[in-house]
């Protein structure tokens, strides 16, 4: 079961950086088209699915082991999945915010000063590095009752696109997985 008080912690934490973000994407930029939904929300499982579907991503809504909503997804060759934290613990509905988290086991060396150095550069992401040389990067956002498409079209791009950073060094050329930034060409 999910800490309530780690999730509440993540949830200030995050509040305080997806708020800067929302603010950046009022700017124009180029996004894919986004579902017709009116908003994308943790507590509206269905249009997580629904917007990275719309974004051409490959998504299935399931359950976790504690009972909350899981998106497995595939965003640019990528899997990932997207966990549902600040549910209610008896129901599993009224989820608050998600984590689009990717791990994989890397060909060439990545450690701690690699992860360092990529969050340094990647504000909105956290990368850790496991006794198994594992690698598992997380991207949190807030969605409370819901946020624009077109705000949710930038997070899975910029989630792609970081993946695409930490490939480019944990793959040699040519053994990555495809590219998230290549498929959103």
């Keep these: 079961m999910k800490s309530k008080i780690g999730s509440f912690c993540r949830l200030i934490a995050t509040g305080a950086l997806v708020l800067p973000f929302a603010a950046h994407a009022a700017q124009p ?62 129901t599993h509905e009224g989820c608050q915010s998600l984590q689009f988290n990717a791990s994989f086991v890397p060909d060439r060396p990545f450690d701690a000063q690699k992860a360092a150095a990529f969050v340094r550069d990647n504000r909105f992401g956290a990368v850790s590095v496991g006794d198994d040389k594992s690698v598992n990067m997380t991207w949190d956002v807030v969605t409370g009752e819901g946020i624009q498409p077109s705000v949710f079209a930038l997070v899975v791009k910029s989630f792609g696109l970081a993946l695409d950073t930490i490939g480019s060094e944990a793959f040699t050329p040519g053994r990555a997985p495809q590219l998230a930034s290549a498929a959103s060409r």
């Design 29 to 90: 930029v180029a996004t894919p088209a986004v579902a017709t939904t009116t908003s994308v929300s943790a507590m509206q499982p269905q249009s997580v699915v629904a917007a990275l579907k719309s974004l051409g991503h490959d998504a299935k809504l399931v359950a976790d082991s504690s009972g909350d909503p899981l998106v497995q997804a595939d965003i640019g060759g990528w899997r990932t999945q997207v966990v549902f934290y600040d549910c209610n613990e008896i």
